[in-house]
């Protein structure tokens, strides 16, 4: 039933040590998000993907990197993790101004912890 | 730019008195308002969306575009509506979707 689906759902990596998150979705949302969610806080928009166009939020840090090798997939790369990248990242999917309502679903996330 | 205020970091009521959660957005266009919510360790999901002009679980928003505000209301609040709630903008060809900070609602018995 899920319609998003991230893997893992915890997921502990060294400092330093690349980590790869993934996000699957069963909708055929053309736009898909990755955000972070630290503790207590709003969901902070990392970038997005509207088809195969990547868009970067002018904030995200050169660290963050992703992929989308087609519709149903896209992976957040973290190349070198630091402390402060520890956090709830979530993925979405929505469909594009008028192809519907932008209604985002969401994953349920993944819990990353940097050791 | 696009922005979302919700000025409010935490609001708490007694259960059934009334509840507003405030919103208000910054957007050049005709952006699509939306509330989420989220429960204790559940994942985030939409509450209301302005275009459906509905009513779930006795919540309701109207979106105000002289004010730019799409304020969420509920008449008699439950315990049950305890959550993190977060309002949304969603806009541009590309639809990209911005979150306020949140508001902390908490229901005491």
């Known amino acids: 039933d899920a319609m998003v689906i991230q893997n893992p759902r915890y997921q502990v990596t060294q400092f330093g040590k690349p980590v790869t998150l993934s996000c699957s979705q069963t909708l055929n949302h053309n736009v898909m998000y990755w955000y972070q969610q630290k503790s207590s806080q709003a969901p902070k928009l990392l970038f997005h993907y509207y088809d195969k166009d990547f868009n970067n939020e002018a904030d995200t840090p050169d660290n963050f990197q992703s992929r989308r090798p087609n519709t149903s997939f896209c992976f957040l790369d973290i190349r070198s993790p630091g402390l402060g990248d520890a956090a709830m990242y979530l993925c979405?999917?929505?469909?594009?101004?008028?192809?519907?309502?932008?209604?985002?679903?969401f994953g349920q996330g993944t819990r990353l912890t940097v050791v | 730019a696009q922005r979302v205020t919700q000025p409010e970091k935490l609001l708490s009521v007694f259960k059934g008195a009334p509840v507003e959660l405030k919103c208000n957005y910054s957007y050049s266009g005709s952006p699509e308002l939306f509330w989420y919510v989220q429960y204790s360790r559940q994942r985030l999901q939409l509450l209301l969306r302005?275009?459906s002009r509905e009513s779930i679980k006795g919540f309701t928003a109207d979106l105000n575009k002289g004010e730019t505000s799409f304020h969420l209301k509920k008449p008699f609040a439950q315990e049950e509506d305890s959550a993190m709630y977060y309002c949304?903008?969603?806009?541009?060809?590309?639809?990209?979707?911005?979150f306020g900070k949140g508001t902390k609602l908490s229901v005491k018995p």
């Open positions: 979405a999917t929505s469909r594009s101004p008028g192809k519907g309502t932008t209604e985002a679903f």
């Open positions: 302005h275009i």
């Open positions: 949304a903008l969603s806009g541009g060809s590309q639809g990209n979707l911005i």
